[in-house]
């Protein structure tokens, strides 16, 4: 049996009991279904003691079909555990970093990481999409108000977003010639201190973006499509109302198991691409939402059991040969 640490937000612990919204917690109460042993705790409770990573957390378990964790917490070594999660949400900030610097002093042949926080601490969910320049829209990664004004004026329409935060945290429509156009600059590079990466608005953002979800190499055929808020040009409330049923194209698909390819090399196994007409504006690799409540409603399926098989599968896999990470 596998012994599984999941590292969850600070404000998932305080609020621990089943939340169908939460990827999380999904992943936690099917491996408790399946008689896993979990343990759970927060990044500010990760710890180097004598060159060892250590970790302060509490054991789960599930009663009358919720979950729950014991009042007792124990300081374990995370090598005393066989899979880590490392899931907390952005952002991606001082503390996000140095609980990072913990699995430094993880031995990898013993412990897999999913994702790797190395690898994590290494890229940026928005910075790096321009790894992959050919699958996104134009846009420019810098501090320089002349430089994204410029850019604007280009293509007439943009989104700016700081590069450390999600769900839409912080992210503005600019259009040239607006009067709030320099307010909104300035503000979110900090008066020309902070990077920001400004994108080429793509005018089928009004239909919303679909939910391109990754593991390992695979490629998940089930998507949604979150759909911009009221009176707002982008997804911002997580209920039923802002889901709709999604099929990827082809070129979807191709995009995906390519960028699928080069994360997995990473050790960034699981994560969700943000696409706009075939377009990735985003790649989350730090706490990737798979809205499995949304997609088992509008496809009338538990995807749960898909995932947690090919979970299942990829962790035999990675546990039974040498985890490199390169």
């Not at 998507?223 to 040009?233: A, E, H, I, R, S």
């Not at 194209?249 to 198991?257: G, H, L």
Request: hydrophobic share 40%; glycine share 2%.
């Amino acid at each position: 049996m596998k012994n599984i640490l999941f590292i969850i937000d600070e404000i998932e612990l305080k609020y621990f009991e089943f939340n169908r919204l939460v990827t999380n917690f999904w992943l936690i109460k099917e491996l408790l279904d399946r008689d896993f042993f979990v343990s759970i705790s927060t990044k500010n409770r990760l710890m180097v003691e004598n060159t060892q990573a250590k970790v302060s957390c509490f054991e789960a378990y599930e009663k009358n079909n919720d979950i729950f964790y014991t009042n007792k917490e124990e300081k374990k070594c995370v090598n005393d555990f066989d899979i880590v999660f490392f899931r907390p949400d952005p952002p991606v900030d001082i503390d996000y970093i140095n609980a990072c610097y913990v699995f430094d002093f993880v031995d990898r042949e013993k412990t897999l990481l999913i994702n790797d926080p190395s690898a994590i601490k290494d890229f940026n969910e928005k910075f790096h999409l321009n790894y992959f320049p050919e699958f996104a829209p134009p846009n420019i990664v810098s501090s320089s108000k002349q430089e994204i004004r410029n850019f604007v004026e280009k293509y007439e329409e943009a989104i700016i977003k700081p590069l450390n935060r999600c769900f839409g945290s912080g992210v503005f429509y600019l259009k040239n010639g607006d009067k709030n156009e320099n307010s909104i600059i300035s503000n979110l590079t900090n008066d020309g201190k902070t990077m920001v990466m400004v994108q080429k608005y793509l005018d089928k953002a009004r239909f919303g973006d679909k939910r391109v979800l990754i593991l390992g190499d695979y490629v998940f055929d089930e998507c949604v499509t979150k759909l911009p808020g009221k009176n707002d040009f982008k997804f911002n409330t997580h209920s039923a109302e802002f889901f709709k049923h999604s099929e990827l194209t082809p070129r979807e698909k191709s995009e995906a198991q390519r960028i699928a390819q080069k994360l997995s090399k990473m050790g960034l196994y699981m994560a969700g691409l943000d696409v706009i007409d075939e377009y990735v504006i985003e790649i989350n690799v730090t706490s990737p939402c798979f809205f499995i409540e949304e997609i088992n409603t509008q496809n009338n399926i538990r995807f749960q059991d898909k995932l947690m098989e090919k979970l299942l599968t990829f962790i035999d896999y990675k546990t039974s040969v040498p985890v490199k990470v390169c």
